[in-house]
Nanobody
Framework: QVQLVESGGGLVPPGMSLLLSCASS????????MGWYRQAPGKSRDLVAS???????SYADSVKGRFTISRDGTTKTVYLQMNDLNHDDTAVYYC?????????WGQGTQVTVSS
């Protein structure tokens, strides 16, 4: 059974950084892609960053140059390094993994950017 567990969220002032982690219960290279989504109150859940099995990454325009997605196959973990955070980055961040049949989600981790 696939389980994705996020960690690393918290409350930070603007301009600071956070590192989110997503620990998978199974080999992450078994997925076609993994990614991070976020959902702010009253808004849709939107893709922030993704990495496919070949290592190609993509980012939402709003986070390009500030966020970096990476992975470690040994620890079965995907990371999201978030730098220069601003108020618009406040949201619940969800880890996602996709294969041909299923779409898996973690439980989410809250990121709040506030002075």
């Amino acid at each position: 059974q696939v389980q994705l567990v996020e960690s690393g969220g918290g409350l930070v002032p603007p301009g600071m950084s956070l590192l989110l982690s997503c620990a998978s219960s199974v080999n992450i290279f078994g997925f076609n892609s993994m990614g991070w989504y976020r959902q702010a109150p009253g808004k849709s859940r939107d893709l922030v960053a993704s990495i496919n099995v070949g290592g190609t990454t993509s980012y939402a325009d709003s986070v390009k140059g500030r966020f970096t997605i990476s992975r470690d196959g040994t620890t079965k973990t995907v990371y999201l390094q978030m730098n220069d955070l601003n108020h618009d980055d406040t949201a619940v961040y969800y880890c996602n993994a996709k294969n041909l049949q299923y779409n898996y989600w973690g439980q989410g981790t809250q990121v709040t950017v506030s002075s």
